[in-house]
């Protein structure tokens, strides 16, 4: 996240990186990690951090469903949510096996066919450390959270017809994990004023993809939208 980080202070006074329990330098929670409990446990975190003070919510993947989710039950907290291929989509069954499938990495190549799925082009210090996701995945906070979930989850389309704040919604057109059936999706359920956008060069991470353009794209993103 560094990359990312760095440049974007220059364009905000304060930036927030939140570990998700059983998530990055996280402990594993003493409770089953459900996505009801992530959301909750993160909205918590998230209104004692920001104390009242509106905040552009930047959510990729799961990040993307945390973020809406919080922009759905506090709209007045948030100024702004930007969209980076989010998770929350209604999914088909095979879709959803597949992109489990794509998570059930056990060694190394498992995991560097994962990398190949995220970034536009995987770089060489990424594959230098592929051999330590397959147990980043097994973590039990992780594996609880996948346990919690199913392609009946997804964002309820009429919580996204209230959305009045300012989106930005990006989908890389280098996207190799999430299917475009649910691009098609978002494209349908999004409220009209969201912007859609497909970069090039950016896969499903395009924080690890384009640190400095992605952060140059959200600040010139935020500095139109009303305050």
């Known amino acids: 996240m560094r990359p990312f980080v760095v440049p974007f202070i220059e364009h905000a006074t304060r930036v927030l990186v939140p570990d998700y329990?059983?998530?990055?330098?996280?402990?594993?929670?003493?409770?089953?990690?459900?996505?009801?409990?992530?959301?909750?446990?993160?909205?918590?975190?998230?209104?004692?951090?920001?104390?009242?003070?509106?905040?552009?919510?930047?959510?990729?993947?799961?990040g993307g469903l945390v973020a809406?989710?919080?922009?759905?039950?506090?709209?007045?907290?948030?100024?702004?949510?930007?969209?980076?291929s989010p998770a929350g989509a209604a999914s088909s069954v095979e879709d959803?096996?597949?992109?489990?499938?794509?998570?059930?990495?056990k060694t190394r190549r498992d995991a560097l066919l994962f990398m190949s799925r995220i970034y536009h082009r995987v770089p060489f210090a990424a594959q230098l450390i592929a051999h330590e996701l397959p147990a980043s995945v097994q973590r039990r906070g992780v594996q609880?959270?996948?346990?919690?979930?199913?392609?009946?989850?997804?964002?309820?389309?009429?919580?996204?017809?209230?959305?009045?704040m300012p989106i930005l919604f990006t989908w890389g057109m280098s996207e190799r994990l999430l299917p475009d059936a649910h691009l098609a999706w978002w494209r349908q359920n999004l409220p009209p004023h969201a912007v859609i956008e497909r970069p090039e060069g950016w896969g499903h991470c395009p924080h690890f993809d384009q640190p400095g353009p992605l952060a140059e794209r959200i600040a010139a993103f935020l500095r139109v939208a009303p305050s």
């Not at 609880?144 to 009045?164: H, M, N, Y």
């Open 21 to 62: 329990p059983g998530h990055g330098l996280n402990g594993d929670p003493s409770v089953p990690l459900t996505l009801d409990t992530l959301l909750d446990s993160v909205g918590e975190a998230l209104d004692d951090l920001l104390g009242g003070e509106p905040y552009a919510l930047v959510g990729n993947s799961l």
């Open 68 to 84: 809406l989710d919080y922009a759905a039950k506090r709209p007045a907290q948030c100024r702004g949510v930007v969209l980076l």
């Open 144 to 164: 609880d959270l996948f346990g919690s979930v199913s392609q009946e989850i997804s964002v309820p389309a009429a919580d996204l017809a209230k959305l009045t």
């Open 96 to 105: 959803w096996e597949a992109l489990m499938a794509a998570f059930g990495m």
